[in-house]
């Protein structure tokens, strides 16, 4: 009994609950009488031994009564039970009794036992009784730390005592073989593991006087497949697959170690029983007996008797009366027991013992055929591959081919020969010898050695029996086994094999966690000489083995008396088997070894118990009240004659039904006990009414599964497959509803044991599992009716049906005559739904036996409504779904085919000429149909569908003349429906409306549990998701689309896929591609796919996105009207194709178009200039990756009319050309040394031109430093920079809303930046990888917007330099934008071919023009930033400078004559812009100054070898500036001759800053600091004020510079003259650069004597 939890808050007139009962048993007309001494104390449950009893109270104390000879001495008896004061202080959560021994549990798990111990019963070593309780030690020794088992349950027999621990394993100690232990050493006072069981899950154990029984939890069902992959008998493999060195051999034929299993009924049954149970646990296979022989005239006999043997075997449907489940689980599951059938058999002949068997019990299937059905004989014998060769063609053809197996018998002899005789035992040749006292010997040898071997535990039996299995197959491998099958028997078998997932028990996993389990098998072992195994057999078993008759009977409690047992199954009925000398079985028969069904009267027995030599069973009587039956001794007392008589059949106990509501009995040796609860309120009458009904409930839900739907499942043609897979559906619900309910009532009957507690009732706790199953089970079966499946069904089961009426009323409770068979059925299927009702209504009453406010009270109120509206709900879908069919029987029936579908319901219909379509023709004839997922427009021959989820509908407004008018709007219609009166307007539009509705949210089939049912909404969402297939519009036609709706238009979020494999997913409005998207095109000649991800704008790739071709070809830029339409970048190939170029510039109408840059990179020649049409036209520029250097005219692709042409050693030509570096006509070519030729020119650049001209030789006086004059114009025939990159500004300006440069409303830009941050950051969102913190925190300072007010200052200044700095730093803002597409366009120019020197001034000029229309742009947004070169006074607050580096006077920061700050976009911009484009901008401006450096810094190195001082002198820097000490590594020292990189050296290394400097004001202030720090270290040594000279001044300054040894000083000197603000050349900091330039040029030209 399970222990459940105490409830501090007890139900009223809890007193009157668990008081006992005890009178004597062996009569019928017994008094119970209240047992003395207990008052007030509730007895939750009670244990019974020989002669004495435990109590257990709810307070966990445990008490004793009767003889305790262990305490109290041996005669005397307690009649009033005592205490057990030793176990005071553990809460003890179950008890039981042996014959003379008692044990305990306590809520920790630790066991106490006390009593005789002669046995070792107690486990407690050498003592002979244990007179107080004593814990005892159960440790697993498997566990590393020792760890101590915990127990939930424990069973007493006679000598031994077991224990079932919290993880499902059986514990045993005591003496004899009902251990299950492998060991011959008794008494066994250590607990040991019953290994035999380990890794199975037992749920209950029982010990009677000398055996045990356990009841487990089957193995998980493998998914059934339709064609068996395992043995159903002993789950090896049928198929196997042998590799050998060539070849593999794949064999059916496999050898069922355990038997044939031989069946006449329909295979269904195999499905039953759970194919796994026999895989754990069986450790004899067959190749193990070799010593074990027969004769083989016996086993001829046994052939044929197993040939021909009787059919009037048990059919399936009746099975339960049988004493086995069915002949296919055979009784000989072992071949030990073969074997000792075998031994009992040498004494009389094999035929005697067959005939009497034969004649004997004409109710069981006769022994030979157990036989013959099980002896797995050993390969050794003939008949072992006989045997085996039966079983692989039973297992293969499923069905009895015995006869075939005789006339094949003959012809495979020889190869049975060859197969046969293993060699490696010779004894083995002599087949008939006799099994006489030597072979007795070699069996116990045997014996032994099984018994060794099962020792290991089960998993590994498997691996040993999969050894074997392959022995067997290869033994097998045999051509044309089944070539002598009837086809007719194949025909059949292919047709069972179809049907075999027709009725698996649909076991749901959940239930089966929360509810007992009925999936269990019994186990039983120890002595058998009754027959209480139930082996069917009167033979010991040493260890745990399966009764398999009990196989699929769904056992839920198990009682061992002296010596019988009994099986109680969740249908109520109960199985005995053993001894029945005083008949105890309950039924007529001599003692069974095989269990057999007991006949009890009553309605269902519950509880059983079984004691020394007599049975109890508790069963409902009409009233719900339990009683209580007794069967076994009977001592009549009439006339003083002791006459010892037994019960013919169980008797009811009237007495004790009198006392109360029996809650459990316990029979033990000389007394019964009853405990009993009064009925207080009625509460534990509605308990007891609920339990009794649910498993009445559940007999009846069997009966229909077993006696009805098996068979119909079972039938031929049953109509389409779509018919049989509802049915199998429908049955595959019921079956699982039908287990639940039998979990339930098995739940219910160990609650009536426990506390009852109403809240810890199943159908409260687990409400759900039944609402769901209740509710699925509907759906199906609704399904099925409206499908018109009852009636399909009539057809094929008329036979079936009319043969078994009776059957079908009683199972269906209707009465009346001549009922159709239809009905019949509809009302066995859907008599379910009835029990939701009865649930509602017993609830209620419980609920009634507690206070309203109570807790109680409220869960089982709520509980009631929650069923009762589940049952109303059920029952509105079951109206509709016969709503349906009766429509559908009216329908016309072409159209019935295309529209009637399972889960379709009919909610309204216009058959009246309630509706009709507006503006319809005269004779057009249109009926609209309303189902809950679409409406449907039916005309004379054709109707379309059309879907709800897509389907909008609204009231025409009255005064537009439409009088009682709807508006349907579908994707691709719009139509009116006008009404014939305003109710049905409003019928249709309400009826349409809740339809939509439900059919979007698609929850038809729940309800709210609990919330009285859902209100529907009136208006379903205008904005909604569905699916939808476009059957007509031109654009979208047959595509699919699914995402979100507005109106019968796409809009949001959807995917699009067309019929061709086009897809297009992202945003939509009004019905069209909008917004961000992505759209693949897949291409056929390719076999790949274009792919674009980008925006939309109606319908079309409009805006920024990336399109890549199929081709390989990649384009990043903008669209217009899916064109490439702006600035744009496309790259063709990879750089290992055929040809791999780049192009980065301005489109027009998907061609090039306006300024563009294309790098041919196979060429190695990149061109700058304009494009049109896709050809280079106009001015442009080109370089190519030798030095060549062009710039002029081009036409169609061509350099034509006015160029220049440099080379790398500066030979320049200026003139005309006609095809690329093809000189034509007049021109100039000018050599390095300035000689020059003037003339016609025609022929190929590098390869002789021809010359008509004159040579000049200029003079050598001019000044020879004037270049070539055509270098001095290099640029003029170029593109001007502000032609370039056109289309990037005005992208930006677009964004900002403006049509061109500066013309637009500022607010309305500052508006168009915000939308632009919150759409991008919103679709950044959804992938946040794509956005880092910091990145996030830019965004969110870009949100606020600089405000002007008042006089602009250089505050304010800042502020929108710090907001450019933000806005330049993140891509989502415009100008973030811009100045990252300027970035790429200037890298993409300027790096790789395009590094030639001869750039380095276009670059240059570039940068100027970007800061010119970047400032524009900047201007335009903050309107009160004065204009270039305008000052911002300082503020009087300021300092008014310091003193002036060279002259004493103190100034500003500028000569300007207004002290001020210069605004220049220089100042603004160059910060943001220039660290960008410095990489290649200044490898420029290395390659222009290569020959100058490589001077300046050969000096520089020679320069450097010198000491300090010998460098100060040779500098000419005067005495007096040499420092004195310097400081190094942060100590003084005098500088010496040789001291080497000392002196000056904070002015040094703050010189070579300048190289980590980007923008010219950087580097002019490092050069600033540099002076200050030189003036500081003079200052030092001087140690006084003093005024620099520039002659003093210069040598200083060459020396640190030279110090400084800066690799690229020309190109910073470059770079700070070219890009430094205007305004700063003639103050301090240009004098200072000036100084810097004029070291620089110094160093070139010293003369390093």
Same mark, same amino acid.
């Given at each position: 009994?399970?222990?459940?939890?105490?409830?501090?808050?007890?139900?009223?007139?809890?007193?009157?609950?668990?008081?006992?009962?005890?009178?004597?048993?062996?009569?019928?007309?017994?008094?119970?009488?209240?047992?003395?001494?207990?008052?007030?104390?509730?007895?939750?449950?009670?244990?019974?031994?020989?002669?004495?009893?435990?109590? !257990?109270?709810?307070?966990?104390?445990?008490?004793?009564?009767?003889?305790?000879?262990?305490?109290?001495?041996?005669?005397?008896?307690?009649?009033?039970?005592?205490?057990?004061?030793?176990?005071?202080?553990?809460?003890?959560?179950?008890?039981?009794?042996?014959?003379?021994?008692?044990?305990?549990?306590?809520?920790?798990?630790?066991?106490?036992?006390?009593?005789?111990?002669?046995?070792?019963?107690?486990?407690?070593?050498?003592?002979?009784?244990?007179?107080?309780?004593?814990?005892?030690?159960?440790?697993?020794?498997?566990?590393?730390?020792?760890?101590?088992?915990?127990?939930?349950?424990?069973?007493?027999?006679?000598?031994?005592?077991?224990?079932?621990?919290?993880? %499902?394993?059986?514990?045993?100690?005591?003496?004899?073989?009902?251990?299950?232990?492998?060991?011959?050493?008794?008494?066994?006072?250590?607990?040991?593991?019953?290994?035999?069981?380990?890794?199975?899950?037992?749920?209950?154990?029982?010990?009677?006087?000398?055996?045990?029984?356990?009841?487990?939890?089957?193995?998980?069902?493998? =998914?059934?497949?339709?064609?068996?992959?395992?043995?159903?008998?002993?789950?090896?493999?049928?198929?196997?697959?042998?590799?050998?060195?060539?070849?593999?051999?794949?064999?059916?034929?496999?050898?069922?170690?355990?038997?044939?299993?031989?069946?006449?009924?329909?295979?269904?049954?195999?499905?039953?029983?759970?194919?796994?149970?026999?895989?754990?646990?069986?450790?004899?296979?067959?190749?193990?007996?070799?010593?074990?022989?027969?004769?083989?005239?016996?086993?001829?006999?046994?052939?044929?008797?197993?040939?021909?043997?009787?059919?009037?075997?048990?059919?399936?449907?009746?099975?339960?009366?049988?004493?086995?489940?069915?002949?296919?689980?055979?009784?000989?599951?072992?071949?030990?027991?073969?074997?000792?059938? !075998?031994?009992?058999?040498?004494?009389?002949? !094999?035929?005697?013992?067959?005939?009497?068997?034969?004649?004997?019990?004409?109710?069981?299937?006769?022994?030979?055929?157990?036989?013959?059905?099980?002896?797995?004989?050993?390969?050794?014998?003939?008949?072992?591959?006989?045997?085996?060769?039966?079983?692989?063609?039973?297992?293969?053809?499923?069905?009895?081919?015995?006869?075939?197996?005789?006339?094949?018998?003959?012809?495979?002899?020889?190869?049975?020969?060859?197969?046969?005789?293993?060699?490696?035992?010779?004894?083995?040749?002599?087949?008939?010898?006799?099994?006489?006292?030597?072979?007795?010997?070699?069996?116990?040898?045997?014996?032994?050695?099984?018994?060794?071997?099962?020792?290991?535990?089960?998993?590994?039996?498997?691996?040993?029996?999969?050894?074997?299995?392959?022995?067997?197959?290869?033994?097998?491998?045999?051509?044309?086994?089944?070539?002598?099958?009837?086809?007719?028997?194949?025909?059949?078998?292919?047709?069972?094999?179809?049907?075999?997932?027709?009725?698996?028990?649909?076991?749901?996993?959940?239930?089966?966690?929360?509810?007992?389990?009925?999936?269990?098998?019994?186990?039983?072992?120890?002595?058998?000489?009754?027959?209480?195994?139930?082996?069917?057999?009167?033979?010991?078993?040493?260890?745990?083995?399966?009764?398999?008759?009990?196989?699929?009977?769904?056992? +839920?409690?198990?009682?061992?008396?002296?010596?019988?047992?009994?099986?109680?199954?969740?249908?109520?009925?109960?199985?005995?088997?053993?001894?029945?000398?005083?008949?105890?079985?309950?039924?007529?028969?001599?003692?069974?070894?095989?269990?057999?069904?007991?006949?009890?009267?009553?309605?269902?027995?519950?509880?059983?118990?079984?004691?020394?030599?007599?049975?109890? /069973?508790?069963?409902? =009587?009409?009233?719900?009240?339990?009683?209580?039956?007794?069967?076994?001794?009977?001592?009549?007392?009439?006339?003083?004659?002791?006459?010892?008589?037994?019960?013919?059949?169980?008797?009811?106990?009237?007495?004790?039904?009198?006392?109360?509501?029996?809650?459990?009995?316990?029979?033990?040796?000389?007394?019964?006990?009853?405990?009993?609860?009064?009925?207080?309120?009625?509460?534990?009458?509605?308990?007891?009414?609920?339990?009794?009904?649910? %498993?009445?409930?559940?007999?009846?839900?069997?009966?229909?599964?077993?006696?009805?739907?098996?068979?119909?499942?079972?039938?031929?043609?049953?109509?389409?497959?779509?018919?049989?897979?509802?049915?199998?559906?429908?049955?595959?619900?019921?079956?699982?509803?039908?287990?639940?309910?039998?979990?339930?009532?098995?739940?219910?009957?160990?609650?009536?044991?426990?506390?009852?507690?109403?809240?810890?009732?199943?159908?409260?706790?687990?409400?759900?599992?039944?609402?769901?199953?209740?509710?699925?089970?509907?759906?199906?079966?609704?399904?099925?009716?409206?499908?018109?499946?009852?009636?399909?069904?009539?057809?094929?089961?008329?036979?079936?049906?009319?043969?078994?009426?009776?059957?079908?009323?009683?199972?269906?409770?209707?009465?009346?005559?001549?009922?159709?068979?239809?009905?019949?059925?509809?009302?066995?299927?859907?008599?379910?739904?009835?029990?939701?009702?009865?649930?509602?209504?017993?609830?209620?009453?419980?609920?009634?036996?507690?206070?309203?406010?109570?807790?109680?009270?409220?869960?089982?109120?709520?509980?009631?409504?929650?069923?009762?509206?589940?049952?109303?709900?059920?029952?509105?879908?079951?109206?509709?779904?016969?709503?349906?069919?009766?429509?559908?029987?009216?329908?016309?029936?072409?159209?019935?085919?295309?529209?009637?579908?399972?889960?379709?319901?009919?909610?309204?219909?216009?058959?009246?000429?309630?509706?009709?379509?507006?503006?319809?023709?005269?004779?057009?004839?249109?009926?609209?149909?309303?189902?809950?997922?679409?409406?449907?427009?039916?005309?004379?021959?054709?109707?379309?569908?059309?879907?709800?989820?897509?389907?909008?509908?609204?009231?025409?407004?009255?005064?537009?003349?439409?009088?009682?008018?709807?508006?349907?709007?579908?994707?691709?219609?719009?139509?009116?429906?006008?009404?014939?009166?305003?109710?049905?307007?409003?019928?249709?539009?309400?009826? +349409?409306?809740?339809?939509?509705?439900?059919?979007?949210?698609?929850?038809?089939?729940?309800?709210?549990?609990?919330?009285?049912?859902?209100?529907?909404?009136?208006?379903?969402?205008?904005?909604?998701?569905?699916?939808?297939?476009?059957?007509?519009?031109?654009?979208?036609?047959?595509?699919?689309?699914?995402?979100?709706?507005?109106?019968?238009?796409?809009?949001?979020?959807?995917?699009?896929?067309?019929?061709?494999?086009?897809?297009?997913?992202?945003?939509? %409005?009004?019905?069209?591609?909008?917004?961000?998207?992505?759209?693949?095109?897949?291409?056929?000649?390719?076999?790949?796919?274009?792919?674009?991800?980008?925006?939309?704008?109606?319908?079309?790739?409009?805006?920024?996105?990336?399109?890549?071709?199929?081709?390989?070809?990649?384009?990043?830029?903008?669209?217009?009207?899916?064109?490439?339409?702006?600035?744009?970048?496309?790259?063709?190939?990879?750089?290992?194709?055929?040809?791999?170029?780049?192009?980065?510039?301005?489109?027009?109408?998907?061609?090039?178009?306006?300024?563009?840059?294309?790098?041919?990179?196979?060429?190695?020649?990149?061109?700058?200039?304009?494009?049109?049409?896709?050809?280079?036209?106009?001015?442009?520029?080109?370089?190519?990756?030798?030095?060549?250097?062009?710039?002029?005219?081009?036409?169609?692709?061509?350099?034509?009319?006015?160029?220049?042409?440099?080379?790398?050693?500066?030979?320049?030509?200026?003139?005309?050309?006609?095809?690329?570096?093809?000189?034509?006509?007049?021109?100039?070519?000018?050599?390095?040394?300035?000689?020059?030729?003037?003339?016609?020119?025609?022929?190929?650049?590098?390869?002789?031109?021809?010359?008509?001209?004159?040579?000049?030789?200029?003079?050598?006086?001019?000044?020879?430093?004037?270049?070539?004059?055509?270098?001095?114009?290099?640029?003029?025939?170029?593109?001007?920079?502000?032609?370039?990159?056109?289309?990037?500004?005005?992208?930006?300006?677009?964004?900002?809303?403006?049509?061109?440069?500066?013309?637009?409303?500022?607010?309305?830009?500052?508006?168009?930046?915000?939308?632009?941050?919150?759409?991008?950051?919103?679709?950044?969102?959804?992938?946040?990888?794509?956005?880092?913190?910091?990145?996030?925190?830019?965004?969110?300072?870009?949100?606020?917007?600089?405000?002007?007010?008042?006089?602009?200052?250089?505050?304010?200044?800042?502020?929108?330099?710090?907001?450019?700095?933000?806005?330049?730093?993140?891509?989502?803002?415009?100008?973030?934008?811009?100045?990252?597409?300027?970035?790429?366009?200037?890298?993409?120019?300027?790096?790789?071919?395009?590094?030639?020197?001869?750039?380095?001034?276009?670059?240059?000029?570039?940068?100027?023009?970007?800061?010119?229309?970047?400032?524009?742009?900047?201007?335009?947004?903050?309107?009160?930033?004065?204009?270039?070169?305008?000052?911002?006074?300082?503020?009087?607050?300021?300092?008014?400078? %310091?003193?002036?580096?060279?002259?004493?006077?103190?100034?500003?920061?500028?000569?300007?004559?207004?002290?001020?700050?210069?605004?220049?976009? /220089?100042?603004?911009?160059?910060?943001?812009?220039?660290?960008?484009?410095?990489?290649?901008?200044?490898?420029?401006?290395?390659?222009?100054?290569?020959?100058?450096?490589?001077?300046?810094?050969?000096?520089?190195?020679?320069?450097?070898?010198?000491?300090?001082?010998?460098?100060?002198?040779?500098?000419?820097?005067?005495?007096?500036?040499?420092?004195?000490?310097?400081?190094?590594?942060?100590?003084?020292?005098?500088?010496?001759?040789?001291?080497?990189?000392?002196?000056?050296?904070?002015?040094?290394?703050?010189?070579?800053?300048?190289?980590?400097?980007?923008?010219?004001?950087?580097?002019?202030?490092?050069?600033?600091?540099?002076?200050?720090?030189?003036?500081?270290?003079?200052?030092?040594?001087?140690?006084?004020? /003093?005024?620099?000279?520039?002659?003093?001044?210069?040598?200083?300054?060459?020396?640190?510079?030279?110090?400084?040894?800066?690799?690229?000083?020309?190109?910073?000197?470059?770079?700070?003259?070219?890009?430094?603000?205007?305004?700063?050349?003639?103050?301090?900091?240009?004098?200072?650069?000036?100084?810097?330039?004029?070291?620089?040029?110094?160093?070139?030209?010293?003369?390093?004597?």
């Amino acid at each position: 009994m399970d222990s459940q939890e105490r409830s501090s808050e007890e139900a009223e007139g809890a007193k009157e609950r668990g008081l006992v009962y005890v009178w004597k048993a062996g009569s019928r007309s017994v008094t119970p009488e209240r047992l003395p001494g207990l008052s007030g104390r509730t007895v939750l449950q009670a244990a019974l031994g020989s002669h004495h009893g435990l109590l !257990l109270t709810e307070a966990g104390e445990v008490y004793s009564f009767g003889k305790l000879p262990w305490r109290s001495g041996p005669e005397e008896c307690v009649n009033s039970p005592i205490l057990e004061n030793a176990l005071l202080g553990h809460r003890i959560i179950t008890v039981a009794a042996g014959s003379f021994h008692s044990g305990a549990v306590t809520e920790s798990g630790v066991v106490y036992m006390w009593g005789d111990n002669s046995a070792g019963q107690c486990a407690v070593a050498d003592q002979q009784c244990v007179p107080e309780p004593q814990p005892i030690s159960i440790c697993d020794c498997e566990t590393s730390p020792l760890l101590s088992v915990r127990i939930l349950q424990l069973a007493c027999g006679e000598e031994h005592t077991l224990a079932l621990s919290l993880s %499902r394993e059986i514990w045993a100690w005591g003496s004899g073989c009902q251990l299950g232990l492998i060991t011959a050493a008794f008494p066994v006072t250590k607990p040991q593991k019953v290994e035999h069981l380990a890794g199975r899950v037992v749920l209950q154990i029982a010990c009677g006087a000398y055996h045990s029984l356990a009841l487990v939890q089957c193995l998980p069902v493998q =998914e059934m497949k339709p064609i068996p992959e395992r043995c159903n008998h002993c789950s090896q493999p049928l198929i196997t697959m042998t590799d050998k060195e060539d070849h593999v051999i794949i064999s059916d034929s496999h050898c069922c170690p355990l038997g044939v299993a031989l069946s006449e009924n329909q295979p269904e049954d195999h499905v039953f029983c759970p194919s796994s149970d026999t895989s754990e646990g069986r450790s004899v296979t067959a190749g193990r007996s070799e010593d074990c022989q027969k004769p083989p005239l016996e086993q001829h006999r046994l052939v044929g008797l197993q040939s021909d043997g009787p059919s009037g075997l048990p059919s399936s449907d009746g099975r339960e009366e049988g004493g086995i489940s069915s002949s296919g689980n055979t009784l000989f599951s072992d071949k030990k027991e073969v074997k000792e059938y !075998l031994i009992g058999l040498s004494d009389n002949s !094999l035929s005697e013992s067959l005939n009497k068997n034969i004649h004997g019990e004409p109710e069981q299937p006769t022994q030979e055929e157990q036989l013959g059905a099980c002896i797995p004989g050993p390969p050794g014998s003939s008949t072992s591959t006989l045997n085996s060769l039966v079983a692989s063609c039973a297992s293969a053809v499923g069905v009895r081919v015995a006869a075939t197996y005789e006339a094949g018998a003959l012809s495979l002899k020889k190869v049975m020969n060859f197969y046969g005789t293993p060699s490696s035992e010779p004894g083995s040749q002599s087949g008939s010898r006799s099994p006489g006292p030597e072979a007795l010997k070699d069996t116990r040898e045997e014996q032994v050695r099984l018994e060794s071997m099962q020792g290991k535990k089960s998993s590994s039996l498997v691996d040993i029996r999969e050894e074997e299995s392959e022995g067997g197959s290869r033994r097998l491998s045999l051509p044309g086994l089944l070539s002598q099958v009837s086809p007719r028997l194949l025909r059949k078998v292919g047709r069972a094999k179809m049907r075999t997932v027709a009725l698996t028990p649909t076991y749901s996993g959940e239930a089966d966690a929360l509810l007992p389990s009925l999936r269990t098998e019994v186990w039983s072992w120890g002595k058998g000489k009754e027959g209480q195994l139930g082996h069917g057999d009167v033979l010991p078993r040493l260890q745990p083995l399966c009764v398999k008759s009990l196989d699929g009977k769904e056992v +839920i409690h198990l009682s061992a008396g002296g010596h019988h047992s009994l099986a109680l199954t969740a249908k109520s009925q109960v199985y005995s088997w053993g001894s029945n000398i005083s008949g105890q079985l309950g039924h007529l028969n001599s003692p069974t070894t095989v269990p057999r069904l007991t006949k009890v009267c009553g309605d269902g027995i519950w509880t059983t118990a079984a004691g020394l030599d007599y049975s109890l /069973f508790l069963a409902d =009587e009409k009233d719900f009240q339990p009683g209580l039956y007794y069967c076994g001794q009977e001592t009549s007392t009439e006339n003083n004659l002791n006459e010892n008589s037994c019960t013919k059949s169980p008797v009811l106990l009237v007495a004790c039904s009198k006392v109360g509501y029996i809650s459990n009995v316990i029979a033990g040796g000389d007394n019964c006990l009853a405990l009993v609860d009064k009925n207080v309120m009625g509460y534990i009458a509605s308990l007891h009414e609920l339990a009794a009904t649910e %498993r009445r409930f559940y007999f009846k839900l069997s009966e229909i599964k077993s006696q009805v739907l098996r068979p119909l499942l079972g039938l031929d043609n049953l109509g389409n497959a779509n018919t049989i897979q509802l049915l199998q559906e429908m049955a595959s619900r019921f079956s699982k509803l039908c287990y639940l309910i039998g979990q339930h009532g098995a739940s219910l009957t160990s609650f009536l044991h426990g506390v009852k507690e109403a809240r810890s009732l199943a159908i409260l706790k687990h409400s759900s599992l039944f609402l769901d199953s209740y509710t699925e089970y509907c759906t199906s079966v609704t399904n099925f009716l409206v499908m018109g499946g009852f009636m399909l069904l009539a057809k094929p089961a008329i036979d079936f049906l009319s043969k078994n009426q009776d059957l079908l009323q009683k199972l269906s409770d209707k009465n009346e005559e001549n009922l159709q068979l239809v009905e019949v059925l509809n009302a066995l299927f859907f008599m379910p739904f009835g029990r939701l009702h009865n649930y509602a209504r017993t609830l209620l009453k419980l609920a009634t036996c507690f206070e309203v406010a109570s807790p109680e009270y409220q869960k089982l109120q709520d509980s009631s409504s929650c069923y009762e509206s589940l049952a109303v709900h059920l029952s509105r879908k079951i109206k509709e779904a016969e709503y349906t069919l009766g429509f559908w029987k009216t329908f016309p029936g072409k159209m019935t085919d295309s529209l009637r579908k399972p889960e379709r319901r009919l909610i309204c219909e216009s058959s009246n000429r309630g509706l009709s379509l507006q503006h319809a023709g005269r004779f057009s004839v249109n009926w609209f149909i309303l189902f809950n997922d679409a409406l449907v427009h039916a005309q004379f021959s054709t109707h379309h569908i059309f879907p709800l989820s897509t389907l909008w509908v609204e009231a025409l407004s009255e005064e537009a003349g439409n009088v009682n008018g709807l508006k349907i709007t579908t994707p691709e219609e719009q139509f009116v429906l006008v009404s014939s009166t305003p109710q049905e307007k409003t019928k249709w539009l309400r009826a +349409i409306s809740q339809a939509v509705d439900q059919a979007l949210r698609g929850t038809s089939d729940m309800i709210l549990y609990g919330a009285g049912g859902n209100v529907p909404r009136q208006e379903p969402p205008i904005s909604r998701s569905a699916k939808y297939t476009f059957y007509k519009d031109p654009r979208f036609k047959d595509a699919v689309y699914d995402g979100r709706w507005l109106s019968g238009k796409p809009h949001g979020r959807g995917i699009l896929k067309w019929a061709d494999g086009r897809m297009y997913s992202g945003t939509f %409005r009004a019905g069209l591609e909008d917004g961000y998207g992505e759209y693949r095109v897949p291409n056929k000649a390719l076999n790949k796919e274009d792919h674009y991800v980008g925006y939309w704008k109606e319908g079309k790739m409009c805006g920024h996105g990336v399109y890549s071709y199929a081709s390989g070809e990649v384009y990043e830029g903008c669209f217009q009207d899916n064109m490439r339409h702006g600035h744009g970048l496309l790259r063709s190939g990879k750089l290992t194709s055929s040809s791999p170029s780049m192009f980065i510039g301005q489109w027009v109408m998907d061609k090039k178009s306006g300024y563009g840059v294309f790098d041919d990179i196979t060429r190695g020649e990149k061109y700058m200039g304009m494009w049109q049409d896709d050809l280079c036209q106009g001015n442009g520029v080109v370089v190519t990756q030798f030095g060549l250097y062009y710039e002029g005219a081009f036409s169609t692709n061509k350099m034509m009319g006015t160029g220049i042409l440099l080379s790398e050693d500066d030979t320049v030509y200026d003139g005309e050309f006609s095809d690329n570096w093809t000189l034509s006509g007049k021109g100039t070519l000018t050599l390095p040394n300035g000689d020059y030729i003037e003339g016609l020119f025609s022929g190929e650049w590098g390869s002789g031109i021809k010359i008509t001209g004159t040579y000049f030789k200029p003079s050598l006086y001019e000044n020879e430093k004037d270049k070539p004059k055509a270098l001095r114009k290099l640029g003029i025939l170029a593109v001007s920079p502000d032609e370039k990159w056109k289309a990037v500004f005005e992208e930006c300006w677009n964004q900002l809303g403006c049509e061109s440069p500066g013309q637009g409303d500022r607010w309305k830009a500052w508006d168009n930046i915000a939308v632009a941050l919150t759409t991008n950051r919103r679709q950044h969102k959804d992938s946040p990888e794509l956005l880092s913190r910091s990145h996030t925190q830019t965004l969110e300072s870009l949100e606020f917007i600089p405000q002007h007010i008042g006089a602009f200052t250089l505050e304010k200044y800042e502020n929108i330099k710090k907001y450019l700095i933000k806005a330049c730093d993140t891509p989502l803002h415009p100008l973030g934008k811009l100045v990252e597409t300027l970035v790429a366009v200037y890298r993409m120019t300027y790096v790789g071919v395009g590094a030639n020197r001869r750039l380095l001034q276009e670059a240059v000029r570039e940068i100027k023009s970007y800061l010119k229309r970047i400032f524009q742009l900047v201007r335009f947004l903050f309107p009160d930033l004065p204009e270039e070169g305008s000052t911002i006074p300082f503020l009087a607050t300021e300092p008014k400078g %310091r003193r002036s580096f060279c002259s004493g006077k103190s100034d500003s920061r500028s000569e300007s004559p207004e002290p001020g700050y210069v605004v220049t976009s /220089f100042g603004l911009l160059l910060p943001v812009l220039l660290p960008r484009l410095y990489p290649p901008l200044f490898m420029l401006y290395a390659l222009d100054n290569e020959r100058e450096e490589d001077i300046y810094w050969e000096c520089v190195l020679r320069l450097n070898k010198q000491t300090d001082l010998a460098l100060l002198s040779f500098l000419g820097v005067q005495a007096k500036f040499w420092p004195g000490t310097v400081s190094i590594l942060g100590e003084s020292r005098k500088v010496s001759s040789n001291t080497k990189d000392a002196c000056f050296a904070s002015a040094v290394e703050c010189l070579q800053q300048i190289s980590t400097t980007f923008t010219p004001a950087d580097k002019l202030k490092v050069i600033q600091q540099t002076f200050e720090e030189i003036s500081q270290s003079v200052l030092e040594t001087l140690q006084e004020d /003093f005024l620099w000279s520039m002659d003093d001044l210069f040598p200083v300054f060459l020396y640190v510079v030279l110090r400084a040894r800066i690799r690229n000083l020309g190109s910073e000197v470059h770079l700070i003259e070219d890009l430094m603000d205007p305004y700063l050349q003639h103050g301090e900091q240009g004098i200072m650069f000036t100084t810097l330039k004029a070291c620089y040029y110094q160093i070139q030209h010293e003369k390093l004597t």
